[in-house]
């Protein structure tokens, strides 16, 4: 039988043999693109147009990277040649990377000319995290001691600003610090001083006292808050300086104007008080907001220079962050043509996938490198003519999510219109036919193109003879709130996992070199879920199923209750004081008292305190407490992850386990702590303090943990994942969760436009630089096009069956779920 050729031969056939042309490759999901770089590769080596030292070939993770090293060894191997033999032998002598491996190799090749030590250091993640933390917060207790009218701490502190708040703007502008210069600035108006203003103000307040004899009902709400507004003028007149100033007019800042009723006032009264005081409330508020935006750019200016300085101490010091590995080997291809040209001629091909989720700086790197030798640098990287079929781009932005590490999708576009000839793989070889035909439907009509935010959608084309399906569960929901929602989907997904597994549904598996078709097991079924926040529920739901479950990504086992408790019982550990730290690990299975244990303990003469615990009836609660009292000693003598492992064994934490659904997930939790303690310690770091404020911290931050420890092969288990862990995976059958929640964009504080080359601010409603009300617009659009790219992206990690919920709140006809409805067979 003659094979099928996939609908996009031709382009896959020229991007075989068309060496002199550079591409730019659109691979959609499961269309083969590392099969097709690295035939690309091999091909190129076969012809004599390419040694394994001259190729660069950059991928997103160390994992991809290796197995790309892997392929690609394999394909030389089979070709049979003894140059593609002796290519394969020596492929080590290739650039087969991640981009930061990369630039951290260019850097450590030319040291001198980068102004870096030869043997710089690079620092993990754990550790650029911890380093920015402790220089930030010396940089900003020396700034508040200081109080320098140029920074005004004190003052941005006064108006509402919190320590944590401005180190997440001061954290963001580290992560873009290659669109700061020494120059970088903001505008913001003239200042309007509150001092000189108060006085005036204060008689306006004042003048408003006389309104009060016309209001006929001393319990109106006008009435009754007008003592606010004397209290504010008192303070405005005695205001001796500008802070306290500011302070008498905080005051007046989100005062209510629309209070009492106008049967309670004689004639007009309350209309024409209104009237007065909203013209005292508007001149307070334009005095607020002309300080906040004179404080704010001074305190931008003053953490441009923080970053910038810390940047620089860094590279003398010969350390750097994965940021900086990259912005140095910009600076270096750019600002120094002989490393430039070098660098070209060592390199004669250049390959990059996964081109959607590339770190700007990455691109810029591409373009130095893939530049014409010997013709004058244009002044804008993008303008630079390449050499032709030197870069080969392969990339999907249908699957571009990773903004919040960069991603740009306006610069992706960018490049798409300048570079080479633009192609594309649409032959998915991945999923059964109904399950392209829905994503087709589907995003052919929710993914519209947006200049700068949304890519062409570009149908895919399924392979025949697959058998699967399409199946849903859930509806529309009337007059319920959104925990319901949850609760409903939750209880559909544990019974959905039940249903494959004894009906047996059929799925495809590869043994011995062939596809077969056999009933799913347990770790066929993989549950997606977009964000951590119905993890409990669903939790509960495979645990009331019998349904056994895995966590395969670190941001959702980071959110279960045995961390959390473990990271309760730690803090308990540190901080004799914290008392609700205390109850929580004397109520957690570590100790195991009751409620009623903990009462009695505090009705009859205990304290929740191991360092005074006084004489309760409790003997349950009495012996925990000396343990953590013990502990509490033992943590200057332990190491964390020492301490860590030692709590875990003393309290019986694994023989605990026995006794739940699924012990070795248990287990698997408590490993994951006791693994990151590891970590943590690496840095340098001692103290269980600052462990668990890292962990916690966990919690909060939006992040992607690929350091779980893998499944054991005889572990039958569905597996659980976010969206971006399953990013590049695929799974017999899929469930898909969470695409009746509400879609809220985040508020971002720090937003670049890496095409005008600037940062704009805002924290809040009251903190913002001039341009970021229009940016802030924009990165909602942004946001809004990246949720839909991430049910693209989770709808295309099916392989055999694709299971939809569709359980939403009422009237959200415009919804994924919705527009889904009835395509689907119900489950």
Known sequence: MIAQLPADADVRKRLREDFETTFFVEAGAGTGKTTTLVDRIVALVAAGKLTTAELVAITFTEAAAAELRARVREGLEKWGTAETATAAASLEEASIDTIHSFAGALLRTYPLEAGLPPNFDTLDQIEQDLEFRERFRSWFEAAALLDLPSISIKNALLLGLSPDRIE???????????LLDSGASWPAPPAREALPR???????????????EDCLDPTDRMYDRMGELAMSAERLAEADSEGKALNALLLLDGFPIRIGKKANWRHDSLYRLRGELEGCLEEAREILSSRRAEILNGLLKALRDFVLEYAAERRKRGVATFHDLLTWARDLLRDNSGVRARAQARWSRIFIDEFQDT?????EIAFYLAARAGVAFPAH??????VPGKLFLVGDPKQSIYRFRRADIALYQKIQERVGEDVALVQNFRSVPAVIEFVNYHFGSAMHFEPDVQPEYRALVAEPSKEGGLWSFGAELAQVRQPEVWRREAEDVARSCRVVKDQGWMVSRKSDGERRMEPARWQDICVLIPTRTNLRRLERAFESWGVPYRLESGELIVMTQEVRELVSCLRAIDDPSDQVALVAALRSPAFGCSDAELARWRDTG???????????E??????????LAELHRLRHELSVPALVETFIDRRLLVAQGFGQPRPRETWRRYRYVAKRARDFAATGRATLRSFVEWMEGLEREQYHDSGVSAAEEDDEAVRVLTIHGAKGLEFPVVIMTGWGSARRPERTQVIPDRIQGRLEVGIGESWRTPGYKLASEREKRADLAEAVRLTYVASTRARDHLILSLWRKEAWSEDPPAQAAGFEESL
Request: proline share 5%; no cysteine; glycine share 10%.
């Open 168 to 178: 997440g703007v001061a954290r963001a502008l580290h992560e873009h610090y290659d």
């Open 198 to 212: 108060a006085a005036e103000l204060a008689e306006k307040l004042r003048g408003l006292e006389r309104w009060r």
């Open 359 to 363: 770190d700007p700086l990455q691109a």
């Open 381 to 386: 990287w993008l303008d630079a003519e390449l």
């Open 606 to 616: 205990g304290r929740f305190t191991y360092e005074a615990p006084g004489d309760g």
């Open 618 to 627: 409790a003997p349950r609660v009495r012996e925990a407490l000396g343990d």
